[in-house]
């Protein structure tokens, strides 16, 4: 049965629905679309909850309905996705695509660093460098977290800085986020974000992002155009499209508080 439902307000047309199946609680984001013709219901694995998208028309009620019918197959899913890998030691994160063991080594001095993995460190863990972090243990999610942050900044600012000076565009500062659904944005002002977790994809992967959203600097939609001017900034843009699309859910799991 579900619990409650949350109206958000009404220019976003979202809602939350909260359901209780076998003694668990699930997540809906409701959704109205004006395309919808049918309810279609999906599972995101960044946000571990459901989204219902539902026709314009549709009312609460039948949204509400449908939902609780497939609440058993929203659990299954749910159940089904990945589990998340926290910053703690011993877990092993993408850095910039390649794999690294973090170790706690609060002996040391420093405070982020990365160093290769040598025979006593590895123990079976299937990594190419160790991250390392000094300091107190309840201190490690945030270092590493921190680190990480500075990390995407300077890629993604040295990224936007050449794509812009291509262009011959003023440069433009770059903001971070942790967003659920996007990697990237350009406002109508043309200020640019995207997600720190880019940083634990391969290379080419952020720099393609970083020149789509600069290519939006000069064309703010998707238009033949704009592809074009894409395409001329980054030589990688079907390979970073398609390892977004195969891997890009997975960045979301790095990360939760251990």
């Not at 190419?128 to 270092?143: D, N």
């Not at 043309?190 to 290519?215: K, M, T």
Request: aromatic share 6%.
């Amino acid at each position: 049965m579900f619990g409650f439902l949350k109206k958000a307000p009404a220019t976003a047309r979202v809602s939350l629905l909260t359901l209780t199946h076998a003694g668990e609680t699930i997540h809906v984001t409701l959704k109205r679309a004006p395309t919808a013709r049918r309810f279609t219901l999906r599972v995101r694995f960044a946000a571990r909850d459901a989204v219902l998208t539902m026709p314009q028309r549709a009312s609460m009620q039948e949204a509400c309905a449908f939902a609780e019918r497939n609440a058993a197959w929203i659990a299954v899913r749910l159940k089904r996705l990945p589990d998340t890998i926290p910053f703690a030691h011993g877990s092993i994160l993408p850095l910039r695509g390649v794999d690294h063991l973090l170790l706690h080594q609060p002996e040391k001095r420093g405070v982020v660093w990365t160093e290769p993995l040598n025979d006593t460190q590895v123990d079976g863990a299937n990594a190419e460098m160790a991250l390392c972090v000094s300091g107190r243990a309840e201190h490690v999610h945030r270092r590493i977290h921190d680190h990480l942050k500075r990390e995407a900044r300077r890629d993604l600012e040295d990224a936007v800085t050449r794509h812009t000076q291509t262009l011959d565009l003023a440069p433009r500062s770059v903001g971070l986020r942790d967003p659920i659904s996007r990697w990237g944005s350009c406002s109508s002002a043309g200020a640019l974000n995207f997600s720190w977790r880019l940083i634990f994809a391969p290379p080419f992967v952020l720099d393609y992002l970083a020149a789509h959203e600069v290519a939006h600097l000069v064309h703010l939609d998707h238009s033949p155009k704009f592809w074009a001017l894409t395409h001329r900034l980054s030589p990688a843009v079907e390979r970073a499209e398609n390892w977004l699309a195969t891997h890009g859910a997975h960045l979301h799991k790095y990360g939760a508080t251990p």
